[in-house]
C-alpha cells in the first residue's frame, strides 16, 4: 500500500476518532435541548436559516458573502439580488437538475428525498433528515439526495451509494476505481460503508491547467458534505464513508447515434477522498467560524454585515460577479445603477481591467480616472501594489503618473474621458475616427491579421445580409452530432438589403409565432442551414454570390455555423458535398464581423467607454432610434435563452407561450436590423464622407453623457 494512503488511511483514524460516539454511543445533549428533540434539530432552529453547503461556500470565498447569503431574506435588497440571479440563470440550474436525475440512472432503483433547492426550512429539514435516517437502517442501498444535520448545518448529498452497490455497477460498466476503505480498518463502526457521490453539471472541477488539484469551491463544497454527513452518521450508528467522487460529463462528449444516451458513457468520476480527508480540521474551524458570525449577528440587517475590503473574490469562482456586488459597491459609496452600470469617471469603469486591479486603486486611495495623473506607484501601500502587474513597481514607472503605467487601450480610454469639456460646454462631436483603418476594413473585410491570416480578404460589397443566430446550451445532447454544453441554435435572424437605400428583405425563421410553435423542440439544424443557404444565396436577388453576411461578434456565428457543418456531414451519409454545404462554407469565408472597427477602436468615443457591444455601440451610433434594447421586452441572449427554456418547459398557458415567442422573435430581428442601420451609417461615411451624426444625434449624445457620469 502507498506510504500516502497509509498515512491518509491513520489520518482518517484519528479523524473518526475525534467524531465517534462515547461508550454508550450517544452525543454530548445540549443543554437547552427541549424533551423529545435532537440537539442537531435545536440549533437549527436557533439559526436564522440553517447554514447549507452553498452557504458555506460562499462564506469561504468572503465572510460577507456568506452572511448575505444567510440573511438575504430578511434584506429585502439582498433577496431582490438573488431573486434576480436565479432569474436569469434558471435555465443553467435546470440543467443542473437535469444532470443530477440521469445521473440517478447510474445506480436505478433508489428512494429520493423529495426538497426544494433552496428551501431550508427547518422543520422539513429535520423530517428530510429523519426519513434518510429511517431508509438507511432500513437496509436502503441507494439513497437520492439523502439529508444530513449536524450542528446546525445541513447538506443534501446528490448521491448516497452503499459501497457493494458501488463498487459492482461500476465493475458492470467496465470501469476501474481505487477500492474504498473497508470495514476492518473502522472495526467501531457497523458494517454499513457508503459512498458519497457529488453530481457536476460543469466540466472544470479541477484548477486552471491542472488534472488533479480542485478548485477551491468544489473542495469545499466535498469536503462540507462530508463533514456533515460522517457527523451524523456517527451520531445515529448509521455508518461510515468510505469515499468520496465526483461525477460530472466527460469534456467534449458527443452523441452518436439516436439511441438513448448510457450514463457510464456520459460521466467521468473523481476520487477526491484524500484531499477531503486533509480538509476535515479546516473544515471543523471554518464552520465554527460561520456559525459564530452567524450567532452574532442580532437581526439581519446590513449595519450588522462583515467589514470587507473589495477584492478579487467579488468575480469568483467563475469570474462572474457576485450578485450581491450591487450592495457591496454601495457600502464602499461607489456610484453604480443597474441601468449604466459605474459612472464613466469612476476608476471601475475602465473596460477589461480585472476588477481586482481596479478594487485594489479604489482602496489605495485612486476612485475616479483623474487620480490616476496626479497618484505615483510610490504613494500606494505594498498590498495595494502587490495586486497590481508587476510593472507598477519598476525603477521607470515607480515615480511616474499612475496614467503612465496603463496599457495602451486603458489609456485611451482614460484621456479620452479626461479630454472631455465641461457639460456647460457647447456641444461637439467627440467621436475619434482612424480613417486608414476604415478604409482597411471596407477593403478586406477586416483589420485583424488573424483573421486576415485565417480567411483571407473579403471585400465588403452588396448585397448584404446582417446575421444573428439566438441559442442555448444544454448539458445533456438531445440530437445525434451534438456535444455536451454544444450551443443550440433556436432562432435565426436574417435581414438583407441589395443596397444602401434599399428597403429591408427578411428570411428569419421562425418567423411567425405558427411556425415557432412547429420548430419547438425538434432537430432544425438541417432546415435551420438550408434556410441560410437559400436566403443568402437565392439566385433572384442580383450578385447574391458576392453577398457580404455581417454579424457582430461574428466568432460566434462562426462556430455556429461550424457545427451546423458537422451536423451536415454527419448525417448526409455521402462523401460527395451537398449544394447546403457548399453554400455554409461559402457564408464563412464572407463573414464579416461589424463589431472589429469599435472592438479595435477604428471609431472610438468616450461614450462608449471602452465597450463594442451591440448593446452599447447602438444607442450610440443610433442615438434618435425610436426603439432601443432596453425597450424590449426580451433585451439580451441571456435573456433570449431562460425565455426559450421557459417556453420550452410547458408550464405556461398557449397566450402567454405565444407573446414570449413574439418577443423573442422582435429581440432576434432587432439585433440584424440594428447591425445594419450601423453598417450603413459606417459606409457613407467612408465611402461619401458623410458626417457620422446630425446636430440633433450629437445633442442626443449630450444628453447621454449626463446619464452616464453620475
Known amino acids: 500500500m502507498p506510504h500516502k494512503l497509509i498515512s491518509l488511511l491513520r489520518e482518517k483514524r484519528r479523524y473518526d476518532a475525534a467524531i465517534r460516539v462515547d461508550e454508550n454511543n450517544t452525543l454530548p445533549v445540549k443543554k437547552k435541548s427541549k424533551p423529545g428533540k435532537s440537539s442537531s434539530h435545536d440549533e437549527l432552529e436557533d439559526f436564522f436559516k440553517p447554514p447549507s453547503k452553498t452557504d458555506y461556500v460562499r462564506f469561504r470565498t ?53 426538497f426544494t433547492p433552496g428551501e431550508n426550512d427547518p422543520k422539513k429539514t429535520k423530517e428530510q433528515a429523519d426519513r434518510t435516517l429511517a431508509l438507511l437502517k432500513k437496509g436502503e442501498t441507494v439513497i437520492y439526495e439523502a439529508t444530513f444535520i449536524h450542528e446546525g448545518g445541513l447538506c443534501h448529498t446528490d448521491l448516497f451509494v452503499e459501497k457493494n452497490t458501488f463498487l459492482s455497477a461500476v465493475r458492470r460498466s467496465g470501469l476501474s476505481v481505487r477500492e474504498p476503505w473497508t470495514s476492518d480498518l473502522e472495526p467501531w463502526t457497523s458494517n454499513n460503508e457508503w459512498i458519497l457521490l457529488e453530481v457536476k453539471s460543469g466540466t472544470r472541477i479541477f484548477k486552471e491547467n491542472s488534472q488533479d488539484e480542485l478548485r477551491i469551491e468544489k473542495l469545499d463544497d466535498a469536503a462540507f458534505q462530508y463533514y456533515i454527513a460522517s457527523h451524523a452518521l456517527a451520531r445515529e450508528k448509521g455508518g461510515s464513508i468510505v469515499g468520496v467522487y465526483f461525477a460530472q460529463p466527460l469534456p467534449g462528449f458527443m452523441k452518436t447515434s439516436d439511441e438513448n444516451i448510457s450514463p457510464w458513457d456520459y460521466f467521468q468520476f473523481f476520487d477526491v477522498t484524500d484531499c477531503v480527508l486533509e480538509e476535515q480540521s479546516h473544515v471543523e474551524s471554518e464552520f465554527k467560524a460561520f456559525k459564530t458570525l452567524i450567532r452574532d449577528t442580532p437581526k439581519p440587517d446590513l449595519r450588522y454585515a462583515p467589514d470587507f475590503e473589495l477584492g478579487k473574490w467579488c468575480m469568483e469562482p467563475f469570474g462572474d460577479s457576485d450578485p450581491f456586488l450591487p450592495i457591496y459597491l454601495k457600502k464602499c459609496g461607489i456610484p453604480y445603477s443597474d441601468d449604466h452600470g459605474f459612472s464613466s469617471t469612476s476608476i471601475f469603469s475602465i473596460a477589461h481591467m480585472p476588477f481586482a486591479q481596479k478594487a485594489a486603486l479604489f482602496h489605495g486611495g485612486v476612485g475616479v480616472l483623474s487620480d490616476l495623473e496626479t497618484t505615483t506607484p510610490s504613494d500606494l501601500p505594498e498590498p495595494i501594489l502587490n495586486v497590481l502587474p508587476k510593472k507598477y513597481q519598476s525603477k521607470k514607472l515607480f515615480s511616474e503618473a499612475l496614467f503612465e503605467c496603463l496599457p495602451p487601450t486603458y489609456k485611451q480610454q482614460v484621456e479620452a474621458q479626461l479630454a472631455l469639456p465641461p457639460l456647460t460646454s457647447p456641444i461637439t462631436d467627440t467621436t475619434d475616427i482612424d480613417f486608414q483603418r476604415l478604409h482597411t476594413f471596407f477593403s478586406q473585410g477586416t483589420v485583424s491579421g488573424t483573421v486576415l491570416d485565417g480567411r483571407g480578404k473579403k471585400k465588403i460589397e452588396f448585397p448584404i445580409v446582417a446575421m444573428d443566430f439566438e441559442t442555448i446550451n444544454r448539458a445533456i445532447s438531445r440530437y445525434r452530432g451534438q456535444k455536451t454544453w454544444e450551443q443550440e441554435i433556436f432562432q435565426v435572424s436574417l435581414v438583407r438589403i441589395q443596397s444602401p437605400d434599399s428597403r429591408p428583405e427578411y428570411g428569419s425563421f421562425p418567423a411567425t409565432v405558427s411556425e415557432f410553435q412547429t420548430l419547438l423542440n425538434k432537430d432544425n439544424r438541417s432546415r435551420f442551414a438550408q434556410g441560410l443557404v437559400s436566403f443568402i444565396y437565392n439566385s433572384a436577388v442580383p450578385n447574391a454570390q458576392k453577398t457580404t453576411i455581417l454579424a457582430w461578434n461574428a466568432a460566434f456565428e462562426r462556430d455556429r455555423i461550424k457545427e451546423l457543418l458537422d451536423a451536415q456531414l454527419l448525417t448526409s451519409g455521402s462523401l460527395e458535398e451537398t449544394e447546403t454545404q457548399k453554400g455554409l462554407k461559402k457564408i464563412l469565408r464572407n463573414l464579416v464581423d461589424l463589431r472589429e472597427p469599435f472592438s479595435y477602436r477604428v471609431i472610438y468615443s468616450p461614450l462608449l467607454r471602452g465597450g463594442s457591444s451591440l448593446k452599447t455601440v447602438h444607442p450610440y451610433m443610433l442615438p434618435l432610434s425610436q426603439v432601443h434594447y432596453h425597450d424590449l421586452e426580451v433585451k439580451n441572449g441571456g435573456m433570449a435563452a431562460v425565455t426559450y427554456h421557459q417556453i420550452e418547459k410547458g408550464d405556461m398557458l398557449e397566450q402567454q407561450a405565444g407573446e414570449k415567442m413574439a418577443h423573442l422573435i422582435r429581440y432576434c430581428n432587432f439585433d440584424s436590423e440594428s447591425t445594419l442601420q450601423i453598417f450603413c451609417k459606417l459606409w457613407f461615411l467612408y465611402t461619401a464622407k458623410r458626417s457620422l451624426f446630425t446636430h440633433e444625434e450629437l445633442a442626443s449624445h449630450h444628453e447621454m453623457r449626463k446619464q452616464l457620469e453620475f
Open 62 to 114: 468572503h465572510p460577507v458573502r456568506g452572511w448575505l447569503s444567510i440573511f438575504s431574506s430578511g434584506i429585502l435588497e439582498a433577496q431582490s439580488l438573488l431573486e434576480k440571479e436565479n432569474q436569469e440563470k434558471q435555465h443553467i440550474f435546470d440543467s443542473g437538475h437535469e444532470v443530477g436525475r440521469f445521473a440517478q440512472t447510474l445506480f436505478p432503483g433508489g428512494v429520493e428525498i423529495s
